[in-house]
């Protein structure tokens, strides 16, 4: 009980933030891939196919990531996997990112603008062609700001993950204040490493923001 | 798959899962009217002429909206615990929760601000309002108008972020769930039914504010023309 803060427990602290960073990195890959075919499914000229992508996003959107995390971890014990708490805490990220960026993501590729979309219906090409050879490559460029300020959020939530178990940042710090009993000391030091993970990313978001409304700017005068 | 869902045993328990409703629901409704002051406060003063004060206010919201929310629940209930500043559970989270949302509802309203044409605040002063008034009538009403939807969407967030209160023992509905889960051992069905009601929530938030939109907004103008 009791004793000082020391490199021990900061190193330990790292450790956290590395697994923090680890969840973030992997979850946001395989929230991307399935956030891409949220967005496709969106602007899918089938309509169920776009129903189901509409109720998918509604719902997900509509429950907290906390009950998402609880629901993946029992979710996957209940279907008979007995699962670290890592894959239940990538799971659950993957569905809560899979919806958010997937909304972000339709919105940027109907931001192409329509002249795009029918000019390359007149050039012949197939749908495919058209979506990976004009629009997608256009679409990208308006979704890199938002989507790097996604990412802020995605790092922010993973301290959800302590939760069900995972010894990311939060539950490091918990761990090491469970010894310590200093909890102010040792929370701020947790935010501070967030923000150290978080605020590069903010900071690059707002710069690509900026440089995108500036060639935007350029290209209406 | 040899599981077999069994919901009779939570079911039971609804009278516990209302209650957590409605604190879930006492929670986001006080942390959305504190959060909105403090967020339009603190756009002003990131907007005004005192650099000291903008400073601060910005300050505030990048240190806000770049740590999570656990966090700083953690760091308002059980850090200032420990330095001889113990305030109850439900003080803390609504504390929590009224610093996290102020600070994303200043830089939504912060961007309504930046969007008012000067032209207009010129027009104004020609007319001889007063700074209150120009505030007031010219910049602010338009500028809640134009950022109502982002506003809307980051008030759902919240109520759905006040279920991290449950970490900090707050008796709300996630924390009814975690309860239910431990009595009955029915975890899927109990997150189940809390998820449901969760979506529930977030339904009727957004009819309420649309209603109060309509209301309130009754000029309704199309977003992009000229304010």
């Keep these: ?221 | 798959m040899t599981y077999k869902f069994e919901f009779a045993d939570v079911i039971v328990r609804l009278p516990l899962f209302l209650d957590g409703v409605w604190l879930t629901c006492q929670l986001a409704v006080i942390a959305t009217l504190l959060g909105f002051i403090i967020g339009t406060l603190c756009a002003i003063g990131r907007r005004g002429s005192n650099v000291g004060l903008a400073r601060a206010c910005g300050f505030y919201v990048e240190i806000t909206r770049n740590t999570p929310l656990l966090v700083q629940m953690l760091i308002v209930y059980f850090g200032l615990a420990s330095i001889g500043l113990k305030i109850p559970a439900y003080l803390a989270a609504i504390a929590a929760l009224v610093i996290n949302v102020g600070a994303y509802t200043c830089e939504i309203m912060r961007a309504g601000m930046d969007s008012i044409h000067p032209g207009q605040i010129e027009a104004a002063e020609c007319l001889a309002l007063t700074r209150a008034q120009v505030y007031w009538h010219v910049i602010l009403r338009p500028a809640a108008e134009r950022v109502y939807p982002a506003l809307t969407s980051q008030f759902v967030l919240l109520m759905l972020a006040s279920s991290i209160a449950s970490q900090i023992s707050v008796e709300e509905l996630t924390a009814v769930a975690n309860r239910v889960q431990s009595e009955t051992y029915r975890s899927f069905e109990t997150y189940a039914i809390a998820a449901l009601m969760y979506l529930f929530l977030s339904y009727v938030m957004r009819l309420g504010f649309w209603i109060f939109g309509q209301m309130v907004f009754t000029r309704r103008r199309k977003v992009g023309t000229p304010m």
Aim: charged letters at 10%; aromatic letters at 10%.
């Design chain 1, 1 to 221: 009980m009791g004793g000082v803060f020391n490199v021990n427990h900061f190193n330990y602290l790292l450790l956290g933030a590395a697994w923090t960073f680890g969840l973030s990195v992997l979850a946001m890959i395989a929230g991307g891939m399935v956030g891409f075919i949220v967005a496709l499914s969106r602007i899918s000229p089938v309509a169920p196919v776009r129903w189901l992508a509409i109720a998918y996003v509604q719902l997900v959107q509509g429950t907290p990531l906390l009950i998402l995390m609880f629901l993946a971890y029992f979710g996957l014990t209940v279907a008979g996997f007995d699962v670290p708490a890592i894959v239940a805490a990538t799971l659950a990220m993957t569905i809560y990112i899979s919806a958010y960026i997937g909304e972000i993501w339709r919105g940027c590729i109907q931001s192409v603008p329509r002249p795009q979309w029918e000019s390359a219906e007149c050039l012949a090409l197939t749908k495919m062609q058209r979506m990976r050879l004009v629009i997608l490559p256009q679409a990208l460029k308006i979704a890199t700001p938002p989507t790097v300020g996604f990412m802020v959020q995605v790092v922010k939530n993973t301290s959800l993950a302590s939760v069900v178990g995972l010894v990311e940042l939060v539950r490091a710090g918990q761990l090491v204040n469970n010894s310590l009993i200093a909890p102010l000391t040792v929370y701020t030091i947790i935010a501070s490493l967030y923000f150290t993970l978080c605020f590069p990313l903010s900071w690059w978001s707002r710069k690509l923001e900026y440089r995108l409304s500036v060639r935007r700017a350029q290209v209406e005068t």
